[in-house]
């Protein structure tokens, strides 16, 4: 008896059902273009020395690969596209931060020790949890109890700030409590 095991990676079906379609071979984040002409995807390339990510696009039929945005190396991740496209936010070295990011052609190299466009750093302390607001106007991530938001215009620095605090604390047993407001 055979087992039939399906392809990993993107498929594509219709919203009203039947066979499903293989697009692309991606590993995360599948999301349509602003204009829905194209869908995007975050790769892994094992290839060289160090593991990088990469951000590409094909056609909806799977067609007309792009390779967009690229990682130098395992220490720069999470590649995160604002959902308009003029944003694309990472992880490097354990910060977060963000750029501005305009359609060229080209690959740009996404990093903010040796990119190819000015990054902004929206941590000191980590984060996890990154997330873009549905106008991509801002970007909001978690550390421990603490939601930040970065608020972005182009042609500026983002405005960091607490978003709000869950008061969330360890006691010496270890047993985690919660804090309501004062």
Not at 21 to 41: K, M, N, T, Y
Request: glycine share 10%; charged share 20%; proline share 10%.
């Amino acid at each position: 008896r055979s087992i039939a095991r399906a392809k990993p990676g993107i498929y594509r079906v219709a919203v009203g059902g039947g066979e499903s379609r293989f697009v692309a071979s991606g590993d995360r984040a599948p999301h349509f273009s602003p204009r829905g002409d194209r869908i995007f995807i975050i790769e892994k390339d094992y290839a060289g020395e160090s593991p990088a990510e990469i951000l590409v696009s094909v056609t909806p039929d799977g067609y007309d690969r792009h390779e967009h945005l690229r990682t130098p190396d395992a220490d720069t991740s999470e590649l995160s596209p604002s959902p308009d496209h003029r944003w694309i936010a990472f992880r490097e070295r354990q910060q977060y931060y963000v750029m501005p990011w305009h359609e060229t052609g080209n690959r740009i190299t996404v990093s903010a020790l040796a990119g190819e466009v000015p990054a902004h750093r929206l941590t000191e302390g980590g984060g996890f949890a990154l997330a873009w607001s549905q106008d991509s106007s801002a970007l909001t991530w978690s550390l421990g109890p603490q939601l930040f938001r970065a608020a972005l215009r182009p042609g500026a620095a983002p405005v960091v700030r607490p978003l709000a605090d869950a008061g969330l604390v360890v006691p010496p047993t270890g047993y985690a409590a919660h804090r309501g407001p004062p």
